[in-house]
Every structure is written in C-alpha cells, then in structure tokens.
C-alpha cells in the first residue's frame, strides 16, 4: 500500500505537474524573470554594483545582504576556487571569464552563421578599434588582439573538430562504405582543413577591410559540410597542425574573385546540404558541384 | 546613547527626513554612524573613511569615496569636490540608495532610476566634462580587476574597448570606420542600462538596520 503511494506521489509530481505548469504560468500571467542575454556593459555594471553596495554597507555598518554576499565569495576565492578548480581557471576573476564566454560565442556564430551583417558589429571589434583608435593605440593593440584571436581560431578549430566527430558518429552506422571514395574523400579533408587554416591566418595578419572577409567566410563554410567520412581525427589534427603556411595576400584575392562567380552554387549547395546532410554520402551530385569550387580555391 | 538620541528632538529632522526621504529611525540610525565615523565632530573627512577595515578589501574604495565628496551628488547643477562633509550631505548622498517604495508612478520610477543612474555616471565620469571617455571606462575596468593581479592591462583594456563599441552601436547605431566614438553621455548612459532595472537592483535596505550591529 505504502509502495504504491510512493510511486503514486512521484509520478502524479513528475508527470502531472510537469506537463501542467508550463501552461498554469501563461494563464496566470505570472511575471517572469528576463532571460539573461547579458551584454559586456551589464556584466561591468554588475560587478561594479556588488562592490559599490557592499562598500556602502561598510560606511553603514549595516551587516546586510551584499557584505555577507561579499564574505562569501571572497571565501570562495581564496579556498573553495583553489582546491577545486584545476590550473590556469582557479585565478580567474568572473569578469574575465565571462569576456572569455562571450567572444567564443561570437566565433562560435560567426562560424555557424556566417552572415556579413554581423561581422560590423561582433567579431572584428578588435579591427574595429583598430580603426577608431588612434596610431601608437593601433600598435599596442595588435598583439593583444592576436593573442585572442588565436585563442578564438584555436576554440573554432576545436569546435569544428568536434562537430565533426559528432557527425561522423552519429553516421557510422548508416553510411555505405565504398573504401574507394573513402581515400578520395580523406584527401579532400585534409586538404579542406588545410585551407581552413590558412584562410585563418589569413583573416588574422589583414585588418578587416569589410568587403573582403565576407566573401571569405563564404568560402570557408563549405568544408564544414563536406567533411562527412569517417573518423580520422588525429590525422586531420596532425595534418593540421604540420601545415601552416602563410598564404600572399593576392592568392587569396584571387581566390575570393573565382570564388565569387562559385558563390551562387556554392550558396545554393549549401542550404540543400544544411537541409539534408545525410544524402550527400550517397549522393554524388552535391560532392561533383563543390569540387569545381574546391579546385577553384585551390587554383 | 538612547537619552543623546531623544534630546536631538524629531525637528531638525523633518527638514533632513523631507529632504531625503528618510524616516526618523533610519536618520537617527545614521547619525549615529555618522558620529562613530567621526568621532563625534561634526565632518567627516576622506581619512575618516579610510579606517573603516572592510573597506579596504573594496576594489573601488576610492572611487566611492571620492563620490561621498562630489558635489554633484549633493544638489543639482553644481560640480567640484569638497574636502570635508556634514551630515546632511551624507544623508543626501545614502539617499540615493534608498529602494523604491512599493507604490510609484511609472513617472516617479523613472524619476528615481534617473537619478541612480546619474550617481553612477558620476561615478564613472571623474574630469566632470559630462562624458565618460574611453580612458576612464578602462580605468574602471580595471578597478574591478585589480584584484586577480596579474592578469594584465591589456585584458583590462580590450574588454572595455569591447565596451564601448557595444555602447556606440546601441546608441550611435552603425558607424563608419573613420569615426570616433567620443565617449558615454548620459543619455547614452540611460539607453545602455535601460533593461538594468538599477532601481531595484541599487538599494540598500536602510529598514532593517538595528543599532546592536553598529558597534565597530
């Protein structure tokens, strides 16, 4: 009898309630907490709050929330942090970290995205104050922005990786082994990656000029999709990491030039791959299409 | 204690209670703070402050310090610094941290939020031109960071140079290349921190001070 109210509890909570709150909050408009999609100013303004208020309760006297707030998280820092976090991250004031979260999502969408329109306003903001400083500010800031630009290409290296793996797992079941278009497809991969890299570098040395980036970014997110064949992750991160010559500038302009006339099938190959990732190993059709662009890159 | 409180009498503190909003309790909690801080003069200097030991842990001790001395926060439309306070204007200046009552009209709220917002901008903003330049908005960056040390200034810098472009963008919209933001005013100011809801969040709740705790 007991074991049956038990489990009459925890069902009638879990399933009931669950399913029902979600609606019970919309009809009774129940005022909800903003999702927090916070902005670097807020973040400074947060900190800056905390140790204001806890500051003003110091001058108060008065023992309140932000001075035992304030307790807390030096506690946390000097002991809890140490012990429990490994390495380089115990040190890390929250500022950093979230400056550090905050520009992985930005290359995180530009990779994903890929749209001009954002470039202005997110990811080149170290170009951008390139351009607003003034010159000695301009010198000071480029080892700095390279530093974290590396950081950024190595998390979207990283990323790119991992999808990939994801990918490839979520496939090895279901694709159809032809162990010739393997070796082909292996090479095409390295050489993609390889591409990737040096179009990176690329991005790095040339301060943006805005009408160039976009039609490189175009052209690198095609390797994303095509790299559908199995596993070979240390091998592609060997491959990777061997090949880092620095391209001319003008082959990549020229490349961006030849690249704008494949744009169109490019694009166009794109959306149907974005739709329907799981045809193009047996489909051949969208692999033929890209190669002409792929050569078009590499001539 | 109790018999000096009582023989101050509640006039002189209608006037300060009118003024600031205080209630009568939480003005004789503060001058009584007011004299431990003091001891028992009636100005309050900047050394005065600094012996307070948990302030001293405070990374931007000196920045609300200084804000105790602007006269801005005082009364509007002056500007320059004091050396020494009384208790009205310490009284002003905790008044901006009063939370909001329960009851406002959406004008009154915005009134009070304005007016937040301006102690914070004066905070910010220490040449008192009514701007708040990239210069200072990086010192306040690392105020808040000069606590982790060796982390360096050019972190400092680039998250408020990241700042900043997010300020332009939301205030000025699209820039060209060529142009140069010239710092934060306080519209600016207002627009950035407009979903802040800073009159909640920059509140002290002066209610529940009890006097036992004020011992130090």
């Excluded at chain 1, 080892?143 to 290296?157: G, M, Q």
Aim: aromatic share 8%.
């Amino acid at each position: 009898m007991f074991l049956t109210a038990i489990i009459t509890v925890i069902f009638f909570t879990v399933f009931v309630q669950g399913m029902t709150i979600r609606p019970l909050v919309e009809l009774l408009a129940v005022k909800r907490k903003k999702e927090t999609k916070r902005s670097i100013n807020e973040e400074i303004h947060t900190q800056f709050l905390d140790h204001l208020l806890t500051g003003i309760e110091d001058i108060c006297g008065h023992y309140g929330h932000h001075h035992w707030k304030d307790k807390l998280n030096r506690f946390n820092k000097t002991y809890v942090k140490k012990w429990l976090i490994a390495g380089e991250r115990s040190n890390e004031p929250q500022l950093i970290s979230f400056y550090n979260k905050l520009e992985r999502k930005q290359a995180m969408m530009l990779v994903e995205s890929g749209s001009a329109a954002r470039l202005p306003s997110l990811v080149s903001t170290a170009s951008l104050q390139n351009m607003q400083q003034t010159e000695p500010a301009q010198r000071r800031a480029i080892p700095s922005i390279s530093k974290t630009r590396e950081e950024e290409i190595r998390k979207i290296l990283r990323a790119n990786l991992q999808k990939t793996r994801q990918r490839l797992r979520s496939y090895s079941r279901h694709d159809l082994f032809d162990p010739f278009e393997d070796n082909l497809s292996e090479v095409r991969f390295r050489r993609q990656r390889v591409e990737m890299e040096r179009r990176m570098s690329h991005y790095l040395t040339v301060p943006a000029k805005r009408q160039e980036t976009p039609s490189v970014r175009k052209v690198w997110f095609e390797p994303e999709h095509k790299v559908f064949t199995y596993d070979d992750n240390s091998e592609s991160t060997g491959g990777g990491a061997t090949r880092q010559k620095p391209r001319p500038p003008d082959a990549v302009d020229l490349v961006d030039e030849s690249s704008r006339g494949t744009n169109q099938s490019a694009a166009e190959g794109d959306e149907s791959e974005k739709l329907k990732p799981s045809r193009c190993l047996s489909d051949p059709g969208p692999i033929t299409e890209e190669e002409q662009g792929d050569e078009a890159f590499l001539s | 204690m109790g018999t000096l409180q009582s023989s101050q009498g509640h006039s002189e503190y209608t006037d300060l209670a009118e003024k600031t909003g205080f209630s009568f309790e939480q003005i004789g909690v503060l001058h009584k703070r007011f004299k431990q801080l003091s001891h028992n003069e009636d100005i309050l200097r900047r050394n005065h402050f600094s012996e307070i030991p948990d302030l001293a842990c405070n990374p931007i001790r000196a920045q609300i310090i200084e804000a105790f001395f602007d006269r801005r926060n005082f009364s509007q439309g002056e500007a320059g610094r004091v050396d020494e306070i009384g208790f009205e204007e310490f009284l002003v200046v905790m008044s901006h941290f009063r939370p909001p009552s329960q009851r406002m009209t959406e004008e009154q709220r915005e009134n009070v939020r304005r007016e937040k917002l301006r102690f914070l901008f004066n905070m910010h903003d220490t040449d008192n031109d009514g701007t708040i330049t990239l210069e200072e908005y990086r010192h306040v960056v690392e105020e808040l960071l000069s606590r982790s040390g060796a982390l360096g200034k050019e972190t400092a810098k680039s998250i408020a140079d990241a700042a900043m472009l997010e300020v332009a963008s939301v205030s000025v919209g699209h820039m060209e290349p060529d142009e140069f933001y010239e710092g934060i005013t306080f519209e600016h100011f207002l627009k950035l921190l407009d979903g802040f809801e800073i009159e909640s969040k920059m509140s002290i709740r002066f209610l529940n001070m009890d006097t036992t705790t004020l011992c130090k």
